[in-house]
């Protein structure tokens, strides 16, 4: 790629003088040349950014590379502000791409937030119900102090009572006021007493993937005789795989033959993440066998090998083990804890995306039947993305990979690959149907009287699932108004990759 940009250059060197003499020289009298172009281009502060996009990354990475780049050449960067210009630049068929800027990039990899309130809100719709819960909280949460835990209820804000959005002018209110800060809220709390206060966004909050992890003791459910591991995870997060380590660690101790793995809210993420966590779910007999197969364009395969399928076949536990001593002892001292289970049970719903369907899926051919999703269709996304960045020269990358971003201006996350596990099974474009399907109970904080983990608990207990009750399966005769998800967001389900570690 370099040798072409130099031939261009020299090209160009070598066409000037000709131009010049074509295009003439003005006389003292003649008007100074307009070049319209030139000035818009001038104008445009992101133009260099977005050339950039579409001749070093989506005219060769992009998985639909072939589809698009002739039409993309006759987009004008400037005609175009820099997301809808990347939203121009997508296949029809791609509903995963995306891009952000620096301040958002940076928040979400380090799990830094300003200005947040530190919970996620549902309604569980499932149950007939459009009143407004939490879904879940970080600890730390403004709201943490005042007993709202998972399961709380809003009911008003400022007195407005939203007990249940029952039109799009309830909606309205509460999109327009909830983000407001300070804000005083009522919420009837998971005990039935309702509360009042006001309370004001934290200015910053740390947060971490790793919500909770816990040992479910015999006598948590009738029947049950064995401890049981529950890990709830958020997000693949590369910066937090201690999260992961310490997580396993816990549930090695406790000697757990089965472990629930709670993915529900888990959009994807980081590609090193999702191969440190099927390491330590996978049976020890599977090590060194292929946990998943990616495919790229035809286009950037005839490029190098390096990204054929065969190159592009990661396996359990021999991908991650690295070459040099220093670093095989800091491995050595993480794997002696990976488990050894004979069950493990996946609670899923529509927010389970992206890594989260590839860790199931990379799972399914070593456990079989043992391996059960529970709780909801999964998003359905069979594919992932490079991390690509601007500025984007090789120095600008070496910053980006020591975690140096004071250059970093935007990122890019176009789809790259498809997935396949080591049986050459993809994740469906609709997701996967759970074993047993139930919805999200947002009445309940986790723990064995949540639904979704009493479900998983029971069936370890007994070897039958609870019947589901309180359940309306029929939209007739429900009244209100939906609101929006994360998983309802632009961007939601990132399966990403460094670029780096296939371009070298």
């Given amino acids: 790629m370099k040798e072409h940009k130099c031939f261009r250059f020299w090209l160009f060197l070598a066409l000037f003088p000709l131009l010049a003499v074509l295009q003439g020289c003005p006389g003292t009298d003649d008007p100074p040349v307009k070049d319209e172009e030139a000035e818009k281009i001038a104008a445009d502060p992101d133009y260099k950014a977005k050339d950039f996009l579409r001749k070093e990354y989506m005219d060769v990475y992009y998985y639909w590379q072939a589809d698009v780049k002739n039409r993309n050449t006759g987009y004008k960067p400037y005609d175009y502000e820099i997301y809808d210009f990347f939203d121009r630049m997508l296949d029809s068929r791609d509903h995963w791409s995306w891009m952000c800027d620096k301040e958002y990039y940076v928040s979400s990899e380090t799990g830094v937030y300003t200005g947040t309130w530190g919970v996620s809100l ?22 943490e102090a005042f007993g709202v835990t998972r399961g709380a209820w809003l009911t008003h804000i400022n007195g407005y009572d939203i007990s249940s959005i029952n039109s799009q002018e309830d909606l309205d209110y509460f999109n327009n006021n909830f983000n407001k800060t300070p804000q005083t809220f009522t919420f009837r709390l998971a005990n039935g007493v309702d509360t009042t206060f006001t309370a004001a966004k934290a200015a910053s909050l740390a947060t971490r993937p790793g919500l909770i992890t816990h040992i479910f003791q015999p006598g948590d459910v009738p029947g049950l005789t064995e401890p049981v591991g529950y890990f709830h995870y958020l997000s693949f997060l590369a910066n937090f795989l201690d999260d992961i380590d310490n997580a396993m660690k816990t549930l090695h101790d406790a000697g757990v033959k089965k ?15 999702s191969q440190r966590l099927i390491d330590y779910l996978a049976p020890k007999s599977a090590e060194g066998k292929p946990y998943v197969i990616r495919h790229h364009n035809s286009y950037l395969q005839s490029l190098s090998d390096s990204y054929s399928d065969a190159k592009n076949t990661y396996s359990i536990i021999s991908s991650t083990r690295p070459d040099d001593a220093d670093s095989r002892a800091a491995w050595d001292k993480v794997y002696p804890n990976r488990l050894d289970l004979d069950a ?14 590839m860790v199931m899926n990379g799972l399914r051919p070593f456990f079989g039947d043992k391996l059960q999703m529970v709780g909801g269709q999964t998003y359905g996304k069979p594919n992932g993305m490079y991390v690509f960045i601007y500025p984007g020269s090789d120095s600008d990358y070496d910053r980006f990979y020591a975690d140096d971003f004071s250059r970093l201006k935007w990122v890019f996350l176009p789809i790259c690959f498809y997935n396949m596990n080591g049986s050459l099974e993809p994740i469906p474009d609709k997701g996967f149907t759970p074993d047993n399907a139930r919805p999200d109970d947002v009445y309940h904080d986790f723990g064995p009287n949540e639904d979704l983990i009493n479900a998983c608990l029971t069936r370890i207990a007994t070897g039958r699932y609870p019947e589901l009750t309180n359940v309306s399966t029929k939209a007739a005769g429900r009244t209100g108004v939906r609101m929006r998800l994360e998983e309802d967001e632009p961007g939601y389900g990132r399966y990403v990759v460094r670029k780096r570690e296939f371009s070298e």
């Fill in 344 to 357: 493990i049970y996946f609670i899923t719903g529509g927010g389970s995306a992206s890594a989260s369907e």
């Fill in 122 to 143: 549902a309604q569980p719709v499932d149950f007939g119900d459009y009143g407004i819960r939490v879904r879940y909280i970080y600890p730390g949460s403004p709201l």
């Fill in 259 to 273: 472990v629930i793995v709670d993915l529900r809210y888990n959009g994807g993420g980081d590609s090193r993440a």
